[in-house]
């Protein structure tokens, strides 16, 4: 990137500093990637390369390794992520699109069967885009859930680096 996307002024490299990619919706943070700065506006930019494929890996993530219940932009990030309308999912779930929608916006607590059922959708889905099957260790993530679990005011941050969704012998939800 030579010139501004904004402005049209010289951009500046920016290596190895963290970017908080908050164009998720969640506390993600990438290490390693490529960012850039105008010297004129000041506006940033990131180069994130394989943004699908991230997607899938920060899903993966939430549905596996998460063992309080989905927070509302987890549940958000993920039905965003499957191509989802609120009332589509609202569907899958059982529950009416109100319902989805107060889970979202923090208004009520999602379930433990639809936290559970959500987390198996995803995976399920995000298996059948990739052509491939579930192994068994798929299943095995509802058996270290706790019965009961206790809400948390805000989720951990994630950070990757890119070598962690883009290394090609990395299979989404196979591991």
Known sequence: MDKCYSCGGSVRVIKDQPYEYKECGLPIVLRGILQYTCEDCGE????????EKLHRVIGEIICRERK??????????LRKNMQLKSKELAQWLGVTPSTVSRWENG????????DRLLRSIYLLSVSEKDHKAISDGTTNIFKELPQKR???KS???????PQEWLLPDRDCCLT
Not at 68 to 77: H, M, R, S, V
Not at 155 to 161: G, K
């Open 44 to 51: 940033t930019y990131a180069s994130i390369p394989a943004m």
């Open 68 to 77: 309080a219940l989905l927070q509302p932009d987890e549940i958000k990030f």
């Open 107 to 114: 208004k009520k607590d999602i379930g433990e069967s639809q």
């Open 150 to 152: 206790k809400k948390i």
């Open 155 to 161: 989720p951990r941050e994630i950070s990757f680096n």
